[in-house]
């Protein structure tokens, strides 16, 4: 190998990064004491973000595209380095890629669970488990504040930070809600849209950004839960006293099935009792029956009018009536009328009136 390919080997010709990883944020170019010379290839692809670091101290940054650097498109590196009228030999810097696409392979979940004020059930401990992806959006930032000298700066290293830094915002963003334990599933879109801008503004000195929050589930304690579905289930039921009584017959009945010896006869009456109570208790209830405040009033009887001596007389009911025949003034050829007759009538010729002669005998007759 002759002196001047051991020259260009000590030099870097092209500066690229191909990500093999799914969770590598930023990676640090290895230089490996070599120096770059100028005129040297950068490729940045997409999702890329390409940031030159010399003596500690950020210079300047490339987005997706290939680049031939030279001192035109090195403006604060030229500066840095004093470079006033162009420098054509190699130089040293190091040159980090950080990765700007979306990682969407984040879980968050509640250690401990948050305290939220319920209208319903008062103070409620609920726990809270989920995902959310993040995304690099100013990568000077991120070197700045978070990766430092890092050469290989990973999501797990960021992960315990953002996690903390969801649960101690989400009893805020459950309590400014103000949605009923009950209505929390319907409204959990909503709540996470409302975590994602809480955090994104959060996290934008580090410049990081969350584009997707989202709240797989919210969940109370075992025995809230329990007393949850136990209230669901009396909802469900109904009528607590007719479902008692039909538990009651369901267990009886069970016990009048188990076979063995006298308790056989015993259980087959306590079938027959459950039967008849399980059925008495699921029987519709009739109306009550109004109770009489005392005997109905008696019937209206006809009014009669009777014609003695060319006068009118009356009116009478039939027992007055009875009362004039046995005074004399009334016979079977008295005229009589009432409400409803066409014309006045001899009495003998009215039958209602058969009842009033009935007891009184038919005139002698003649003497010899």
Do not use: C
Request: no cysteine; charged share 20%.
């Amino acid at each position: 190998m002759g002196l001047l390919d051991k020259l260009r080997g000590e030099f870097v010709d092209i500066i690229e990064w191909l990500d093999d990883s799914r969770d590598t944020v930023v990676w640090r170019f290895p230089r490996y004491q070599n120096e770059i010379k100028m005129g040297a290839k950068l490729v940045v692809r997409e999702s890329q973000t390409a940031v030159f670091v010399n003596e500690g101290q950020i210079a300047d940054a490339f987005g997706p595209g290939t680049y031939t650097l030279q001192t035109q498109n090195l403006p604060i590196l030229t500066t840095l380095k004093g470079w006033k009228y162009g420098f054509d030999s190699p130089w040293k810097a190091e040159v980090y890629f950080v990765n700007t696409r979306q990682f969407t392979d984040l879980k968050w979940g509640t250690q401990n669970p948050v305290i939220v004020r319920d209208p319903e059930f008062g103070a409620v401990r609920l726990r809270a488990f989920g995902g959310y992806a993040v995304r690099v959006v100013d990568a000077p930032k991120l070197l700045r504040e978070l990766v430092g000298t890092d050469p290989q700066f990973r999501t797990e290293e960021v992960q315990e930070f953002l996690r903390q830094l969801i649960v101690g915002h989400l009893g805020s963003a459950l309590a400014t809600a103000r949605v009923p334990v009950l209505d929390l599933a319907a409204q959990q879109v909503a709540i996470g849209a409302t975590l994602a801008g809480v955090l994104t503004e959060e996290l934008a000195p580090v410049g990081i950004q969350v584009p997707k929050f989202i709240i797989e589930n919210i969940s109370m304690p075992p025995e809230v839960e329990e007393a949850l579905d136990r209230r669901t289930s009396m909802g469900v039921v109904g009528d607590l006293d007719r479902y008692t009584k039909f538990q009651a017959a369901n267990a009886l009945t069970d016990a009048a099935n188990n076979s063995g010896g006298a308790g056989e006869g015993f259980g087959v009456g306590l079938g027959m009792v459950a039967g008849a109570r399980m059925a008495g208790a699921l029987a519709p209830t009739p109306p009550p029956v109004p109770t009489p405040a005392g005997p109905p009033p008696l019937p209206a009887q006809g009014q009669w009018f009777v014609g003695v001596g060319g006068q009118q007389q009356g009116p009478y009911d039939l027992a007055g009536l009875a009362a004039q025949l046995a005074a004399g003034t009334l016979t079977r050829a008295t005229l009589v009328w009432r409400a409803g007759m066409a014309q006045w009538t001899p009495a003998g010729e009215v039958a209602e009136l058969g009842s009033v002669f009935a007891a009184t005998p038919p005139p002698l007759p003649p003497q010899a």
